[in-house]
Nanobody, 120 residues
């Protein structure tokens, strides 16, 4: 069973930055596709960003230009750098490991989530 652990969430003022990290205790994330989802209260869960094993990245339109997904050089950790945060970015953020079917990301394993709260 793959176990994913997120960290880096917290409370930040609008316009600030946070960096979320995701590590796997049972697999090398660099060998798999990884996606970050978020879910805000009363809203549907959405895929924020994903990164393929070959490094291709995707972002939801609302975070393009503000968020960056990346891996560290050892490919054991995946990051989500979030800049220019807005109140509407407030949500629980989940790291997932999965795969791509064509250009579509499918999640298979989920972390426990980390809360990001942006105060306006």
């Amino acid at each position: 069973q793959v176990q994913l652990v997120e960290s880096g969430g917290g409370l930040v003022q609008a316009g600030g930055s946070l960096r979320l990290s995701c590590v796997s205790s049972t697999s090398v994330l660099g060998l798999h596709a990884v996606g970050w989802y978020r879910q805000a209260p009363g809203k549907q869960r959405e895929l924020v960003s994903s990164i393929a094993p070959d490094g291709r990245t995707n972002y939801v339109d609302s975070v393009k230009g503000r968020f960056t997904i990346s891996r560290d050089i050892t490919k054991t950790t995946v990051y989500l750098q979030m800049n220019s945060l807005k109140a509407e970015d407030t949500a629980v953020y989940y790291c997932t490991e999965g795969y791509f079917g064509g250009n579509t990301y499918f999640s298979a394993y989920w972390g426990q989530g980390t809360q990001v709260t942006v105060s306006s």
